[in-house]
């Protein structure tokens, strides 16, 4: 089965400070890769996918992520985190069975000002 | 707006009782999903609908059914035969197998709290 591992449980960083989350898959087929957002009291917030083609995607509010397939990761990154970043980040695999997304642990990003 | 609605957003039961959570969807989405989050577990798959009146069993089904008898729908049932029922739950869609390239679309949640 699918599994996905994230590293950072708790990362905490000035406002600033340049973000690097890990995210590794366990599946060498084709599989779609996604980062999703928590903000503090609200729902999970799409913040950017990997189907195909570019290994560097950018999503929403500056962040982007490279997929490295000899690696099997996925890691989210954003050069300067601001305070409102705070949140719960999830990266998430679709694919290597079953038609289903599968998540990771989660990393808690607190930024200071 | 289109969008997953869940209900209550705070539950509270006795041990023991069975409890069912709302998730309704005016986005006219074939796949319907349960997910549980606990703390530093991330989410979970409970179960999934890919279609009206099929579901299958997630990662940690036990303790749990679910029915899909509209497409709009899919109650989930926290049965008394869940070990650690307390947590917070979240539905999801996605509109057929091409919907995935806009993701799942989540509510805002259940958190159920069992005394």
């Known amino acids: 089965a699918q599994s996905v591992s994230q590293h950072n449980h708790h990362v905490i960083l000035s406002e600033a400070a340049s973000l690097e989350l890990g995210c590794n898959y366990s599946?060498?087929?084709?599989?779609?890769l996604f980062w999703y957002v928590q903000y503090p009291g609200q729902h999970l917030q799409l913040l950017l996918k990997?189907?195909?083609?570019?290994?560097l995607v950018k999503g929403i509010k500056g962040f982007e992520a490279e997929f490295i397939k000899s690696k099997f990761s996925f890691n989210l990154r954003k050069p300067s985190v601001q305070w409102s970043d705070t949140a719960e980040y999830f990266c998430?695999?679709?694919?290597?069975?079953?038609?289903?997304?599968?998540f990771g642990t989660g990393t808690q990003l607190k930024v200071e000002l | 707006d289109g969008g997953i609605t869940q209900s209550p957003k705070y539950l509270f039961r006795k041990e023991g009782q069975n409890v069912t959570l709302s998730c309704e969807q005016n986005l006219n989405h074939d796949a319907m999903y349960w997910y549980r989050q606990d703390p530093g577990q991330g989410l979970r798959l409970i179960y999934y609908?890919?279609?009206?009146?099929?579901?299958q069993k997630g990662d940690i089904a036990e303790g749990y059914s679910v029915s899909r008898e509209k497409k709009e729908s899919f109650p989930l049932t926290v049965t008394s035969a869940q070990k650690n029922p307390t947590a917070f739950y979240l539905c999801?869609?996605?509109?057929?197998?091409?919907?995935?390239?806009?993701?799942?679309?989540f509510g805002s949640g259940t958190r159920l709290t069992v005394v």
């Open positions: 999801a869609s996605k509109d057929g197998p091409s919907g995935l390239i806009y993701g799942y679309t």
């Open positions: 609908s890919q279609i009206v009146n099929d579901f």
């Open positions: 998430a695999v679709f694919g290597g069975g079953g038609n289903k997304l599968t």
């Open positions: 990997y189907f195909s083609g570019d290994p």
């Open positions: 599946y060498g087929g084709t599989v779609n």
